[in-house]
Antibody
Framework: QVQLVESGGGVVQPGRSLRLSCAAS????????MHWVRQAPGKGPEWVAA????????YFPDSLRGRFTISRDNSKNTLFLHMNSLRAEDTAVYYC?????????????WGQGTLVTVSS | DIQMTQSPSSLSASVGDRVTITCQAS??????LNWYQQKPGKAPKLLIY???NLDTGVPSRFSGGGSGTDFTFTISSLQPEDIATYYC???????????FGPGTKVDIK
């Protein structure tokens, strides 16, 4: 079955960088776009980034473009999120997510998430 | 950017009740609207896509409707396992951009 396992979260000081990873299994990873979505404590989800199946295109909301980058290694079935200049408001659970078979725009299956806490 | 609102922000209903949640977009989004269920401590789960289509394996007591700016999500007969927060989410394929609503928390009375 499909599994998405995020790692790399933890406590980080403001202004520092962090890289999250997502190990995917149970599907043909290289055939699907992938997403990162985050959820701050007590808040609704917020879409963070998406990447095309081959990594040639990356997408971000305007609010995060320039600080966050997304990449993937299809040979290792792994998705990455690189976060720079972290701020307190970046504190959240970060989920990687796989789209539905019927379209990349449907964020269907989510991992269990990894918690990032930005604090001095 | 398109803003999403939901009402109510929370509700309490009895087992077997019909429950309806509304979601409004700040501009016309056609039917580009999905609904998610999130149980405490768990990741969100896609229930309905394109406003009215049930995802695979989703019980038929869940339904969705609407288009343009106004959408509804209905549980025809509330069950104890439906206790969760429900989010609408719009998507703009052209940019792309995905925006979630603030959520509706559903409890059993």
């Amino acid at each position: 079955q499909v599994q998405l396992v995020e790692s790399g979260g933890g406590v980080v000081q403001p202004g520092r960088s962090l890289r999250l990873s997502c190990a995917a299994s149970g599907f043909t990873f290289s055939s699907f776009a992938m997403h990162w979505v985050r959820q701050a404590p007590g808040k609704g989800p917020e879409w963070v980034a998406a990447i095309s199946h081959d990594g040639s295109n990356q997408y971000f909301p305007d609010s995060l473009r320039g600080r966050f980058t997304i990449s993937r290694d299809n040979s290792k079935n792994t998705l990455f999120l690189h976060m720079n200049s972290l701020r307190a408001e970046d504190t959240a659970v970060y989920y990687c997510a796989k789209p539905a078979n019927y379209g990349d725009e449907y964020i269907q299956l989510w991992g269990q998430g990894t918690l990032v806490t930005v604090s001095s | 950017d398109i803003q999403m609102t939901q009402s109510p922000s929370s509700l309490s209903a009895s087992v077997g009740d019909r429950v309806t949640i509304t979601c409004q977009a700040s501009q016309d989004i056609s039917n580009y609207l999905n609904w998610y269920q999130q149980k405490p401590g768990k990741a969100p789960k896609l229930l309905i896509y394109d406003a009215s289509n049930l995802d695979t394996g989703v019980p038929s007591r869940f339904s969705g409707g609407g288009s343009g700016t106004d959408f509804t999500f209905t549980i025809s007969s509330l069950q104890p396992e439906d206790i969760a927060t429900y989010y609408c989410q719009q998507y703009d394929n052209l940019r792309p951009l995905f925006t979630f609503g603030p959520g509706t928390k559903v409890d059993i009375k």
